[in-house]
């Protein structure tokens, strides 16, 4: 995992740990169902973060007879895990509080408390979302939006922050507008929209996560700049005639499997084949750091039957 995305996580952690005790506090004080619904959803955010982080150590252990490419998808698991707790402990636990207070409203009480205590976890979790956006500038190549960065990166962990962070921001508005709404309309039922609202919001932001998620277990290509790269790496060898074919897969966000079907000058030798083939997986490795793994075969170039 980058330096970046640990900072990230560190900070999302402790934001995620001091809101939910807060609101816990204001919920006690106030019995507002969006508060308690913001609550679960933060606890289950410092959970997430924790999970990722034990995703980070597992991923880096060595690879061994049962595991021969490693544990780096591990990751990727972790993160999936992220999204099933979402979905849970925030989502649907945040549906079924609202669901039952508009079935049974009650009076917010005490508003000063709720909007300091909301405040404030505005101001905190703020501080993690601009954290989390500092870093993803770090590696998002420029001109690239957020949303095309959550979709199309390897690395789990600061897209899963990010949405996370986004999400609760979201989330706290709309808590803070029904704890408004509810005590100057005099009418409870704006706290538990409110609350619903929450529910939809962490909803679709863990389908988004698991939608993703799954794609990268399953095993995702590289990306078309790291495929050039190393499309660009193999035929710079002077005794490469072309590249055939290339296939390639992530097995974990730092690490890649290449496959290469290559055509070599049809002089060579058998040792001299083989030193090609040695040169040219060094050169694909310096150009693309990721490929830790490569299969490179020579062939002929016969059109239609490759």
């Not at 252990?61 to 544990?71: I, L, Q, S, T």
């Not at 001109?143 to 095309?148: A, D, K, N, P, V």
């Amino acid at each position: 995992m980058q330096e970046g995305s640990k900072k990230a996580i560190f900070a999302a952690f402790l934001a995620n740990l001091g809101i939910a005790i807060a609101k816990v506090i204001g919920f006690a004080f106030t019995r507002s169902s969006g508060m308690l619904a913001e609550a679960a959803h933060s606890f289950a955010d410092t959970g997430n973060q924790a999970l990722l982080l034990f995703g980070s150590r597992r991923a880096k252990r060595k690879a061994d007879r049962d595991n021969p490419f490693g544990y780096g998808r591990e990751r990727y698991f972790w993160s999936f895990i992220v999204a099933l707790v979402l979905f849970s402990m925030g989502g649907l636990f945040a549906l079924y509080e609202g669901i039952q207070k508009l079935a049974h409203p009650h009076e917010t009480h005490n508003l000063a408390v709720a909007i300091v205590i909301l405040s404030v976890a505005v101001a905190l979790e703020t501080v993690s979302l601009l954290t989390a956006l500092k870093e993803v500038r770090h590696v998002k190549p420029k001109g690239m939006s957020l949303w095309r960065f959550i979709r199309h990166t390897r690395s789990p962990e600061l897209p899963v922050v990010l949405l996370e962070d986004i999400g609760a921001e979201i989330g706290l508005i709309l808590a803070l507008g029904g704890v408004l709404l509810s005590h100057f309309t005099h009418n409870p039922r704006w706290d538990s929209i409110a609350s619903v609202l929450i529910g939809v919001l962490l909803t679709v932001i863990a389908l988004i996560l698991a939608t993703e998620m799954k794609s990268s277990l399953m095993g995702e290509t590289a990306t078309d700049e790291a495929e050039d790269r190393i499309r660009t790496a193999t035929t710079a060898h002077p005794l490469v005639r072309r590249i055939i074919h290339l296939k390639t897969q992530h097995i974990g966000p730092d690490a890649l499997i290449v496959g290469l079907k290559v055509e070599f000058d049809h002089s060579l030798t058998m040792p001299q084949l083989a030193d090609a083939i040695d040169a040219v997986e060094a050169i694909v490795r310096e150009a693309e750091p990721t490929a830790v793994t490569i299969y490179l075969e020579p062939d002929i170039f016969r059109p239609g039957n490759n």
